[in-house]
């Protein structure tokens, strides 16, 4: 019987509690946070995209990525580094996001509808873990996208100081950016509750290298289950707190934010998990890692800010269900997540490392 | 002396593994630049019977391994 590692079970709960808190507050349904979700938003509030149903400078994603700053100074672990692979890993990020925003959700936020009764997410689950199993097979067979080196203090910051201040803008300046009035991209928090929400979220998240994709990654490959603990806190908890506050809504149909082309939602996943694998881990913890210093994160993160644009400027993105419309991935989308593997294949085949004897 | 500093996770443990895997070593020291890494290493190695010691090195930390 492996002993449960309290602190990791601790902050996955208080995601899980945080994701319901901040539903409750205004978020949309099952989106208290989404990192593939919120990014896009921030891509359309910068108009990079013109969806306009998808437009918010959502302050969640400030407030992760300031949580993990502050919490790795506290720390004295803070450390500016970069150099392992950027350009690699923009492309990879790119691509984690097509494949999340064809299921219409990052891991996280797969957790969160399964928490609130959505069986599309489980077939999501499954091909998120079968994509990571497919990265382990390359991290055994040697893949890395080598080493990063100590950098400046100031280049580790660049992400956190370009959000706060795009933040700080849409706040004092609002009609410099898009924001949706219809959508979920209108259903919001009220900013500063949901900023102080994530800073303490990223805070917890840094400190115990809280990984939606770690837990099966290492599951799998050292039978560490430390980080699983905390991926099935978040679905515990957001599960209580959604029979509690009655939205809990078992079943495929009728899902907020949701379809059900589960082929194309399982594949989308299974991109996910395996370039979650070869960046190291989940989008959430890209935006940790960017936080404390990490530049190659960062780099990720604005491939992922990319790819959400790219997603809505060539109609990628999966399509919720309606009453009118059955929505899903269309050929557009399902080309782009074929391509996508086609893509994490290549980066896979030709980040290999021949080992040595 | 196996140096895993820049590498991000799991790729320490997949290194430190390979290298246990491949020469069974009595001893062994590691050099960190992360300290979620040393826990993780340091969590794996103990498993095998391994007792560790850590040595602060400037902004790194050596991770000695003795069987």
């Known amino acids: 019987m492996k002993k449960i590692n309290w602190p990791i079970v601790l902050a996955g709960g208080l995601v899980g509690l945080a994701a319901v808190v901040l539903t409750a507050l205004g978020n949309p349904a099952n989106m208290g946070f989404c990192i593939a979700c919120f990014l896009r938003d921030i891509a359309g509030a910068t108009k990079m995209h013109s969806a306009a149903v998808v437009q918010y400078f959502r302050p969640e994603i400030v407030g992760l990525v300031l949580g993990a700053f502050i919490m790795s100074v506290a720390s004295k672990e803070y450390r500016a580094k970069a150099g392992s692979s950027p350009a690699t890993r923009f492309v990879l990020g790119a691509f984690v996001m097509i494949g999340a925003l064809a299921f219409l959700g990052c891991p996280l936020r797969m957790m969160l509808r399964l928490a609130g009764g959505d069986l599309n997410a489980l077939i999501a689950l499954f091909g998120f873990a079968a994509g990571i199993a497919v990265g382990v097979v390359c991290l055994n067979k040697g893949f890395s996208l080598k080493r990063a080196y100590d950098v400046g203090k100031a280049e580790g910051s660049v992400l956190l100081v370009v959000l706060t201040g795009l933040f700080i803008l849409s706040l004092a300046v609002p009609a410099l950016f898009a924001f949706s009035e219809k959508g979920p991209g209108s259903m919001r928090a009220p900013a500063l509750v949901a900023l102080l929400i994530a800073v303490v979220v990223g805070a917890a998240a840094y400190k115990t290298r809280l990984c939606m994709a770690g837990g099966i990654r290492d599951g799998i490959m050292f039978k560490d289950f430390r980080l699983l603990f905390g991926f099935v806190a978040v679905f515990a908890i957001a599960l209580i707190g959604n029979i509690v506050l009655g939205k809990f809504k078992l079943g495929f149909a009728g899902q907020p934010v949701a379809h059900s082309d589960h082929v194309w939602s399982f594949l989308g996943m299974a991109l996910v998990g395996w370039g979650s694998v070869l960046l190291g881990g989940c989008p959430l913890r890209q935006l940790i890692l960017a936080g404390a210093g990490n530049g190659d994160s960062a780099v990720a993160v604005l491939g992922m800010i990319v790819g959400a644009a790219f997603s809505h400027n060539f109609g990628l993105a999966g399509a919720a269900a309606s009453a009118d419309a059955a929505g899903g991935v269309g050929p557009k989308g399902r080309v782009a997540i074929i391509i996508g593997f086609i893509v994490f294949a290549v980066i896979s085949a030709m980040n290999i490392q021949k080992q040595e004897d | ?67």
Do not use: W
């Open chain 2, 1 to 67: 002396m196996v140096d895993v500093r820049g590498l991000l996770c799991p790729m320490p443990l997949v290194t430190v593994r390979k290298e246990i895997e491949k020469k069974n070593p009595d001893t062994l020291e590691v050099l960190f630049d992360e300290p979620g890494a040393l826990d993780n290493v340091t969590r794996f190695v103990t498993g095998l019977g391994y007792k560790t010691e850590v040595v602060k090195c400037g902004p790194d930390f050596k991770l000695v391994m003795k069987k």
